[in-house]
């Protein structure tokens, strides 16, 4: 499959990682416009509730940040660090540890799904691209406003047209070790969801607010289509 890289490389590709995850995109963003994003919102320091919280410019850039961690975790330890295969992991979580837990901001942070996004699309390359597509179109009008729960939508689809992809598409000399990959990155998202999940019952008042205001979004919508 891989050679093994020496433990320094990928020690220091760990922590390289941790410290790009813990970069508080979300925080400093909002900072700048004079709002705490631990205080508003979701009280998470993500993308999303920069979006809805702050303005939306603000929450893109923060997504297209949080998103470039997990791309440059994968460059990094492969160029510099000599890292491979399945070892790619490592790095992996150590990017989304950092971005839960902020030695910057006491511990905290988001959920971590743009950094792995962003950790998919430095493993796969092209191959995420259309999976990429697939997810960002269940985020924009018109397709955000015909699920209950759009996020979680664009999620199941793309993980499956990624799958997909790897099994048609991918070289056969590499198709094993990306579909081992591909198991090895589905743990991972495995647990950026049930963290979320856990933080979302752990505050769902917070959550129910967001969602009564989004729900009449989509409602004002739906209207004015009809």
């Given at each position: 499959?891989?050679?093994?890289?020496?433990i320094?490389?990928?020690?220091?590709?760990?922590l390289?990682a941790?410290?790009?995850?813990?970069?508080?995109?979300?925080?400093?963003?909002s900072r700048?416009?004079?709002?705490?994003?631990?205080?508003?919102?979701?009280?998470?320091?993500?993308?999303?509730n920069?979006?809805?919280n702050?303005?939306?410019?603000?929450?893109?850039?923060v997504?297209?940040?949080?998103?470039?961690?997990?791309?440059?975790?994968?460059?990094?330890?492969?160029?510099?660090?000599?890292?491979?295969?399945?070892?790619?992991?490592?790095?992996?979580?150590?990017?989304?540890?950092?971005?839960?837990?902020?030695?910057?901001?006491?511990f905290?942070?988001?959920?971590?799904v743009a950094?792995?996004?962003?950790?998919?699309v430095?493993?796969?390359?092209?191959?995420?691209?259309?999976?990429?597509?697939v997810?960002?179109?269940?985020?924009?009008?018109p397709?955000r406003?015909?699920?209950?729960?759009p996020?979680?939508?664009?999620?199941?689809?793309?993980?499956?047209?990624l799958?997909?992809?790897?099994?048609v598409?991918?070289?056969?000399?590499?198709?094993?070790?990306h579909?081992?990959l591909?198991?090895?990155?589905?743990?991972?998202?495995?647990?950026?969801?049930?963290?979320?999940?856990?933080?979302?019952r752990?505050?769902?008042?917070?959550?129910n607010?967001?969602?009564?205001?989004?729900?009449?979004?989509?409602?004002?919508?739906?209207?004015?289509?009809?």
């Amino acid at each position: 499959m891989s050679a093994t890289p020496e433990i320094t490389n990928l020690a220091y590709a760990s922590l390289v990682a941790f410290f790009l995850g813990a970069i508080p995109a979300a925080y400093l963003a909002s900072r700048l416009h004079g709002i705490n994003i631990f205080d508003v919102g979701s009280r998470q320091a993500g993308a999303t509730n920069v979006w809805k919280n702050v303005n939306r410019k603000t929450g893109f850039i923060v997504f297209l940040i949080d998103v470039a961690k997990g791309v440059l975790t994968i460059q990094l330890s492969r160029y510099i660090f000599e890292v491979s295969g399945l070892w790619f992991l490592v790095p992996s979580v150590a990017v989304i540890l950092g971005h839960w837990f902020s030695p910057m901001t006491k511990f905290k942070g988001g959920d971590g799904v743009a950094s792995l996004g962003g950790l998919i699309v430095g493993l796969f390359q092209w191959f995420a691209l259309p999976a990429s597509l697939v997810a960002i179109a269940f985020g924009v009008p018109p397709l955000r406003y015909k699920f209950a729960h759009p996020s979680l939508q664009a999620g199941v689809t793309g993980w499956g047209v990624l799958l997909l992809t790897i099994a048609v598409a991918g070289p056969s000399d590499q198709r094993v070790e990306h579909l081992v990959l591909y198991v090895g990155i589905s743990c991972l998202a495995l647990a950026v969801l049930l963290k979320s999940v856990r933080f979302h019952r752990r505050n769902a008042h917070f959550f129910n607010e967001e969602e009564e205001l989004e729900a009449g979004e989509i409602e004002e919508h739906r209207t004015a289509e009809s």
